[in-house]
């Protein structure tokens, strides 16, 4: 398991290398089966970018992509979502989940962005910050968690690499073990990031991110997750659970039957694109996590 230690007053997360490498196996597993490298989904800048995932939290993605377009539409410049009326922006944001939390969030972000960076509404200086202090700034602001700021630096044309972990990439890594299973999703982002290479690109950190979000929405399921044809099966300490509480049940003939694994012609298809609703509408926010 993974041990914590302090380094420059900050406490840094150290897993132990049985767990490095069973993670880097997973990621191995998973790229081949959904086809890495994964095209990004989308090329906003960071400001966007972060309007984007505040917008997301909780809200299909094809609703979040359609309160991004009404809202750009509406107000050309971030600096007139700033300034505009309340009323305007939830207006404009409609079609989220709690448009009215999510307009003056969102308002004030900008309005904290603007007043932090002395007049200039942008986040594009977060380029030339490490990642671990760009994500410090980012989440110094009321309201930007680990998954919103690793978004904004990942997925944005920053293309930095921080790790954000969603629902579906929570529930596998605590599957297999990776993490323990009372870690929320907000600290398991130090947990998790820290088994991946300090020296990965982003590309591969956002492999690594979307290889075990699709999984989690194509094979690790909520409820009733298809153990018997996943890739990481002798991994995984859930999925030896329940596959030998089925085989006990079953006489194992009904496994057997289904013993097929996934594969990149049997599951991803033709990559995370090809999943409708997964990604929605590639030309704006499709989905990012927020939190
Ligand atoms: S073996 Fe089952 S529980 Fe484990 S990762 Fe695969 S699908 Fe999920």
């Known amino acids: 398991m993974a041990r914590t ?6 406490e840094v997360v150290v897993p132990d290398e049985e767990l490095r490498d069973k993670a880097l196996l997973v990621h191995e597993r998973l790229c081949a089966a959904y086809g890495c490298p994964i095209p ?12 984007s995932s505040l917008l997301s939290h909780r809200t299909k993605n094809a609703d ?3 309160a991004f377009r009404q809202l750009r539409a509406r107000f050309p410049t971030w600096e007139g979502v700033r300034d505009a009326p309340l009323a305007e922006v939830e207006e404009a944001v409609a079609p989220v989940t709690w448009p009215e939390q999510k307009a003056p969030r969102i308002q004030q972000v900008l309005r904290d962005v603007t007043e932090r ?18 994500r410090d700034w980012l989440e110094s602001i009321t309201g930007i968690g680990p998954k919103t700021s690793a978004a904004v630096l990942l997925f944005s044309r920053l293309r930095m690499p921080a790790l ?4 579906h990439h929570h529930r596998v890594a605590v599957r297999l073990a990776l993490i323990p299973p009372g870690v929320t999703v907000g600290p398991a982002h ?3 990031e820290a088994q991946l290479p300090p020296e990965w690109s982003a590309q591969q950190v956002y492999d690594n991110h979307e290889a075990l979000m699709l999984h989690g929405q194509r094979c690790c399921f909520h ?17 030896q659970q329940r596959v030998s509480h089925e085989l006990s049940a079953e006489g194992g003939g009904a496994l057997r039957e289904r013993g097929q694994r996934v594969t990149p012609t049997s599951a991803p298809a033709a990559g995370p694109h090809a ?3 997964v990604r929605g509408d590639s030309s704006l926010p499709a989905r990012s996590p927020a939190g």
């Open 5 to 10: 230690t302090a380094r420059r007053g900050r």
């Open 40 to 51: 990004y989904f989308h090329d906003l800048d960071p400001l966007s970018e972060l309007v």
């Open 64 to 66: 979040s992509g359609r």
């Open 117 to 134: 960076r002395a007049g200039e509404l942008s986040l594009d200086f977060l380029a030339d910050l490490p990642v671990r202090a760009a």
């Open 164 to 167: 954000p972990v969603d629902s």
């Open 190 to 192: 130090r947990l998790l």
């Open 223 to 239: 409820l009733d997750p298809a153990c018997h044809r996943c890739p990481v099966l002798d991994l995984c300490p859930t999925g």
């Open 275 to 277: 999943s409708p609703g």
